[in-house]
């Protein structure tokens, strides 16, 4: 915290504070005030990011499950089932039944990754705004202390990532993110070294945040409309 309301000192001696310059101690404390909130919101930044972890985990998981293999014998008198085949020639389609009108499960499983890949994309890239934004902290601080792209960025991250495919046992630190297929391509400062963010970049990243630009809404919307109308249900 010390050193954070050093740098927000730095920025409050220049600015102009009208009448309230001759008030004692202003500045300190308006320093104080503003250290306070940065951590308040980075806290609430780094929670966001975990849920989004754990969301997009789920989906995965979920992704996984379309599949259902027959367990025991085949021609026994109660069919059970399970996540891995055990007979050969199983497609994990339950033994033919019917679960779809028009599609076949594959199909539908198809449609599951192609939307499970639109968040994980997302995913990585909103870890490297978070990267970014939890560094502006860091700003006065030694290189040493700067936020690394190989930094965990709270206990257990990179095994939950593992889940979402984007780190491995092989690949530590997590893949680099991707901007609508492309490799995020900004001299990856925030990996390598300290950089002072200016207005424009932050107000770029800001936008990057909200905008969900690696998510296809249009399609998105699209595959719920197959799946609503194929199990006759109607997503709210």
């Known amino acids: 915290m010390h050193i954070s309301i050093t740098v927000f000192f730095r920025f409050i001696s220049s600015v102009n504070l009208g009448a309230a310059n001759d008030m004692p101690e202003i500045r300190e404390k308006a320093c104080q005030k503003l250290a306070h909130k940065q951590e308040t919101y980075r806290n609430y930044l780094l929670s966001s990011y975990k849920n989004m972890v754990l969301t997009v985990a789920e989906l995965v998981k979920s992704a996984h499950s ?5 367990k025991g014998p085949v021609a026994g008198p109660l069919s059970q089932f399970g996540d891995s085949p055990e007979h050969e020639n199983d497609s994990g389609d339950g033994g033919g039944v019917s679960v779809f009108t028009f599609f076949s499960i594959s199909h539908f499983e198809n449609l599951a990754w192609e939307l499970v890949e ?39 991250e990179f095994d939950e990532l593992k889940i979402s ?3 491995t046992e092989n690949n530590i630190p997590p893949l680099f993110p991707q901007l609508r297929g492309q490799l995020v391509q900004s001299e990856l400062h925030a990996f390598e070294e300290y950089h002072l963010m200016s207005s424009d970049v932050l107000q770029v990243y800001l936008m990057a945040w909200i905008s969900d630009v690696n998510i296809n809404v249009n399609r998105i919307k699209e595959i719920f409309s197959i799946i609503e109308e194929e199990a006759s249900i109607k997503f709210s």
């Open 66 to 70: 379309f599949r259902c293999f027959l």
């Open 118 to 156: 639109m968040f994980v994309s997302e995913l990585s890239l909103k870890r490297f705004l978070v990267v970014e934004f939890l560094s502006l902290r860091c700003e006065g601080e030694g290189r040493g202390n700067k936020i690394k792209w190989s930094d965990e960025l709270y206990i257990g």
């Open 165 to 167: 495919g984007l780190c």
